[in-house]
Structure formats: C-alpha cells, structure tokens
C-alpha cells in the first residue's frame, strides 16, 4: 500500500514497513523523502492496528544519506543542511522516537550520518553483516542537527561516540553489533528472516508494555531522578494483564 513517490508504506496485518525507495540514489534523503516518511510515520503512529513498525532501505542501501543535490545552490549556513531538511528530518525522529509502539530500523546496507540518525531514532537497529555505517559530518564539514551527539552516545558510550564522529571511520554491521550501535546482526542472505524472528519475539508481548517502555527509555536522567520516575509515572494498562497472569494465579 503506497501513494508516494520516494518511499513506501506497507502494511501486514500488525506490521507497518515504511521503506525509503529511491534504489538508484541509494536512498538519499531528500526533502520530498523527509515529508512522505512524516506523513507515513504519522499514520503508523496513531493506528491501534499497527503494533510494530518497520524502517528500512529498498535495494543496497538502508540510506547513503542527504541527497545535497537536492539542495540545488542553496549555501550551508554555519555547517548546517538548512531547514528545508532539518525542520521535517526532527520531527521525523521526534514521531520514531517517541510513538508508543516499537520500530526496528532494518539497516540492510549503506546507512551515512543523517541516515544513520534517523536509524538511532528508532528503538531497536537490526544491521546485516556487511552494512556500512558512519558518521561523516565531520569529513564534509558539517554538522549533526537530527540527533546524533545525544542518540549516538547512548548507544555506545560517550569516548566511542566521539571517536567514530572524529575520525568519520566506516564500520560494518558486525561491528555495529558488537559496540551497541546495533542490537543485532546477520547475514544479508538471511537478512529477510532474522527481521522476521525479531518481530516474532516482539508481537506476543504487551502493547501496554511497550507504551510505557517507549516512555520511559526515552527520557535519560540521572539515576536517582530516573528511579523515582520509573516508579511514580503511572500509565494506563487493561484487563489484558490479569489475562496474561491467569495461568500462574
């Protein structure tokens, strides 16, 4: 099911794949892009049907990138792509990170700096072996406004965040892995049926769950601040728990 022209929405029963499809750029990211992924992520997100979401690349690449062609003679400010990508680019991460249901970016191949931006947005990175992934902001004189110096840390630690951002060094999906920039990792070949298990160890848990996860994991604060909101935000929950229990009550 789609009505755009750079990427793809479609939807199998509780799973919403949104697919960035523009094979012969390697997906780069352009404006146009940025505006059919909100308005795709937008409908994922308040669709009670849509328990998982999906975020991947069509062809070789999860995304090389922002297109700068697609900025035409546009000058770059201060080191920044401009509004016209970073405006919808944030809100885009805002809605992956925030809407109450889980979202696994699928990074099948090439995934650059902006790219790998939007994939950190998401909750869990699933890469395959021979991926590459890097941040190049530096190497082109630019630099991270869609969230990388708070999503990248997060991910591996503040002295590996920073040495990848420096050094603008390419690694592999195995490597991803193994540093916590990825959960996981596979093989291209059977790249298809390790997102499949994935999802199949994500459906049978509580939605309920994942809303106050989403939430919670969000919001990184200091310990103790952490604990105690933990403890004393409250979300609403159904019957579905006492369902869930009644075999061990």
């Keep these: 099911m789609s009505d755009f022209t750079e990427i793809s929405l479609d939807i199998d029963g509780p799973v ?14 352009t404006p146009t892009m940025l ?23 069509r062809g070789r690449a999860f995304s090389a990138g922002v297109d700068l ?11 920044k792509v401009g509004d016209i990508l970073d405006v ?18 699928a990074v099948n191949g ?4 902006g790219a790998l931006e939007l994939a950190l947005a998401c909750d869990i990175m699933l890469v395959a072996d021979n991926a590459k992934l890097a941040d190049t902001h530096a190497k082109f004189g630019i630099r991270p406004t869609w969230g990388m110096t708070q999503r990248l ?4 630690g503040i002295a590996r965040a920073r040495e990848l951002s420096y050094t603008a060094r390419t690694i592999s999906g195995i490597e991803a892995a193994e540093i916590g920039l990825a ?17 199949d160890e994500i459906l049978p848990n509580s939605s309920e769950s994942f809303v106050a996860y ?17 403890y004393g935000t409250d979300y609403p929950f159904s019957d579905d728990t006492n369902v869930r229990l009644a075999d061990f009550r």
């Excluded at 059919?36 to 690349?57: C, K, M, Q, S, Y």
């Excluded at 090439?110 to 700096?113: D, E, K, L, Q, V």
């Excluded at 959960?183 to 999802?199: K, N």
């Design 214 to 230: 989403k939430d919670l994991y969000r919001e990184q604060l200091p310990a103790d601040d952490g604990l105690a909101r933990e």
């Design 69 to 79: 062609k697609a900025l035409g003679q546009r000058p770059l400010a201060d080191g």
């Design 88 to 105: 919808p680019a944030r809100r885009l991460t805002g809605v992956l990170s925030s809407m109450p249901k889980p979202v696994i970016a």
């Design 16 to 29: 919403g794949t949104l697919t960035l499809d523009r094979p012969e750029a390697l997906n780069a990211i």
């Design 110 to 113: 090439f995934c650059f700096t």
């Design 35 to 57: 505006a059919e992924l909100n308005e795709a992520a937008d409908r994922l997100a308040t669709d009670d049907r849509i328990r998982v979401v999906v975020l991947t690349g």
């Design 183 to 199: 959960a996981r990792s596979a093989a291209l070949e059977s790249f298809p049926e390790a997102l499949q298990q994935l999802i």
């Design 153 to 156: 840390p997060q991910a591996v």
